[in-house]
């Protein structure tokens, strides 16, 4: 899994429920998540996230939605994921969620350009951001990582997104 300076990436295992919890239960990230987005009421649905994340990880690690660990502590910083999008063509998703306290420190795009250049390096000619109108947060990694926006479109996920791609 790629590392930087500062982080790493891997994939979220049991152990990591109560953080997992902690991030996902916040509506402040929640909100930006899904068609329906919801926060996480339970820790149960903690361990249900993890294996969803697991699931969504091929044995090549080519993809998946992996954890962003900082190196320094050893605290889980929030999530990447490079996927390709369920109901797409083929094209790839790159993304991040990341819990408050990790915000504004860089670690979306410092994680996110690692895997981008990992996925170009391993034959993909673009990648797609897909972000909720509004979540400006998103958006400047967006525009960080050198994604040109799309517009508004309701082609993926059931419902309205910012949409941002980036070409090799």
């Known amino acids: 899994m790629p590392t930087t300076e500062r982080l790493t990436l891997r994939p979220w295992e049991p152990a990591d429920r109560d953080r997992a919890f902690d991030l996902y239960s916040r509506w402040e990230v929640a909100r930006w998540l899904g068609a329906e987005p919801r926060a996480l009421a339970e820790p149960a649905e903690a361990d249900d996230l993890i294996a969803r994340f697991g699931s969504r990880c091929t044995p090549d690690g080519r ?3 992996w954890a962003v660990e900082v190196r320094e502590t050893g605290v ?3 999530t ?3 996927i390709p999008i369920p109901d797409g063509a083929g094209e790839i998703e790159i993304g991040w969620h990341f819990h408050p306290d990790s915000w504004g420190h860089g670690y979306a795009t410092e994680a996110a350009t690692a895997i981008r250049d990992r996925a170009f390096a391993d034959g993909l000619t673009e990648l797609y951001a897909l972000v909720r109108p509004d979540n400006t947060r998103s958006a400047a990694v967006c525009h960080r990582l050198g994604m040109t926006p799309l517009g508004r479109t309701d ?3 059931g419902t309205e ?3 941002f791609r980036l070409g090799r």
């Open 76 to 78: 889980i910083a929030g």
């Open 80 to 82: 990447l994921l490079l």
């Open 161 to 163: 997104l910012e949409a």
């Open 155 to 157: 082609r993926w996920y």
């Open 63 to 65: 993809y998946g939605v």
